[in-house]
Structure formats: C-alpha cells, structure tokens
C-alpha cells in the first residue's frame, strides 16, 4: 500500500522558485513510474513531468522544459520537483503519483496511488 504525502507549495512572485516534495511510502525504487500532475482552476488534472522506477525523466511538458526538474531522493525516496522561474500560468494544485505497474502513462487515471496535493500560486 502506497502512500504519498506534498508539500512545499505556497504563493511565491512571477520568476521566484519552490521546490515541491512528495514523499512515497511504500514504494520500491526500480519499479513503475513517479509523476507530478497539475489542475489549474477550470482545467482537468495535466501532466507535468514523469520519472521512471530507475531515476531517468522520460517526460516533461513543453510548458515547464527548461524550467522544472525532477529528482528523486532514493535513500529517504522522496521525490521533487524543482521549479524554478514560475510564471502565473503556473498556479494550480500539485499532485504527485506513482504506478506500481510497468510504464509511464499519459493520464492520471493510469497511476496507482495519488497524494493530496499541494497549492501553488504565483502573482
């Protein structure tokens, strides 16, 4: 049973930085995928950047390349996500997620387990 708990959001100016945590408990290195998806106000929950079980990013969205990174902590298996130059269109809730099943899928529907999320709001 995995269980992923954010954090890290907040409110932060147009070209600051936050760095997001999501811790997984329960999750095993070398499996699955780990993944951040964002849900602006009005929109469906997007993907920002997936990560497979062996620490290699296999996806970031156009929107944000350049500007977030993922890094994964494997000894304390923690997972970030580093964002950097943040922008308004950038406010939205933060999830993270993982799949315990091979492969990194597109939807959220997809992934096994889902934190709460975490509220970034950038002016």
């Known amino acids: 049973h995995v269980q992923l708990v954010e954090s890290g959001g907040g409110s932060v100016q147009t070209g600051g930085s936050l760095r997001l945590s999501c811790a997984a408990a329960?999750?095993?290195?070398?499996?699955?995928?780990v993944a951040w998806f964002r849900q602006a106000p009005g929109e469906g929950r997007r993907r920002v950047a997936t990560m497979d079980g062996y620490g290699q990013t296999v996806y970031t969205a156009p929107s944000v390349k350049g500007r977030f990174t993922l890094v994964k902590d494997k000894d304390k298996n923690v997972l970030y996500l580093q964002m950097n130059s943040l922008k308004v269109e950038d406010t939205a809730i933060y999830y993270c997620?993982?799949?315990?099943?091979?492969?990194?899928?597109?939807?959220?529907?997809?992934?096994?387990?889902w934190g709460q999320g975490t509220q970034v709001t950038v002016s």
């Open positions: 997620a993982v799949r315990l099943n091979s492969g990194c899928p597109v939807r959220w529907a997809d992934f096994s387990a």
């Open positions: 329960g999750y095993t290195n070398g499996r699955g995928c």
